[in-house]
């Protein structure tokens, strides 16, 4: 249930939304001011991805950009606010991941 339906606050750190990006994609997750929260490894991969404070494109402000490999299990906790929106760019031979986000 969302909390502005029932006259309450989300308090979360995880973040009330997920999603997974593939190797090779790049994800627009969110075209509005928001919070980068939890990057989950669920492939292991060979090259960088990034998260960018962008409504639209793969450019401007990195959020975060991984280490180039990485172990599934990982679980990088970020909790960065977003001015602009959230987009991942995770290229080719990038790993499997599932981003949390508000």
Excluded: H, W, Y
């Excluded at 606050?9 to 997750?29: D, H, I, K, Y």
């Excluded at 492939?43 to 599934?72: E, H, K, R, Y």
């Excluded at 906790?77 to 986000?101: K, M, R, Y």
């Amino acid at each position: 249930m969302r909390a502005t339906f029932i006259g309450e606050t989300l308090s979360t750190f995880g973040g009330q939304f997920s999603q997974a990006v593939a190797s090779g994609a790049t994800v627009t997750l969110k075209a509005a001011p928001g919070r980068l929260c939890r990057i989950v490894i669920t492939a292991a991969g060979t090259v960088a991805f990034s998260v960018f404070d962008n409504a639209s494109a793969a450019s401007g402000t990195a959020l975060f950009t991984s280490p180039t490999t990485t172990a599934i299990g990982t679980i990088f906790d970020i909790q960065l606010p977003a001015q602009n929106g959230i987009t991942v760019s995770n290229p080719a031979s990038g790993p499997g991941i599932t981003v949390s986000f508000d």
